[in-house]
């Protein structure tokens, strides 16, 4: 399990150096980082979950996500 842990991390690091002009030294930001975004899904999956329950549909449907994701984002954003 320790092994898909830090291969998970890995991989986030190597997309995060890809995607952002930003430089992340070895201090631990980069995994501050991805616990921030870990969390930010859990949140996100909860709330369509929620939703999902609420309209009594089986499914994961998109219009859940779409707005499970207008409420979630916000209290993520710096």
Same mark, same amino acid.
């Given at each position: 399990?320790?092994?898909?842990?830090?291969?998970?991390?890995?991989?986030?690091?190597?997309?995060?150096?890809?995607?952002?002009?930003?430089?992340?030294?070895?201090?631990?930001? =980069?995994? !501050? !980082?991805?616990?921030?975004?870990?969390?930010?899904?859990?949140?996100? %999956?909860?709330?369509? =979950? *929620?939703?999902? *329950? *609420?309209?009594?549909?089986?499914?994961?449907?998109?219009?859940?996500?779409? %707005?499970?994701?207008? *409420?979630v984002?916000?209290?993520?954003?710096?």
């Amino acid at each position: 399990m320790a092994n898909k842990s830090a291969t998970s991390r890995n991989k986030f690091k190597k997309v995060l150096s890809s995607k952002t002009p930003y430089s992340f030294k070895n201090d631990g930001s =980069d995994v !501050l !980082l991805y616990l921030t975004y870990i969390k930010f899904l859990n949140s996100l %999956q909860s709330r369509v =979950d *929620e939703l999902k *329950e *609420e309209a009594g549909s089986p499914e994961n449907l998109a219009i859940f996500y779409k %707005q499970a994701a207008s *409420e979630v984002l916000p209290k993520f954003r710096g």
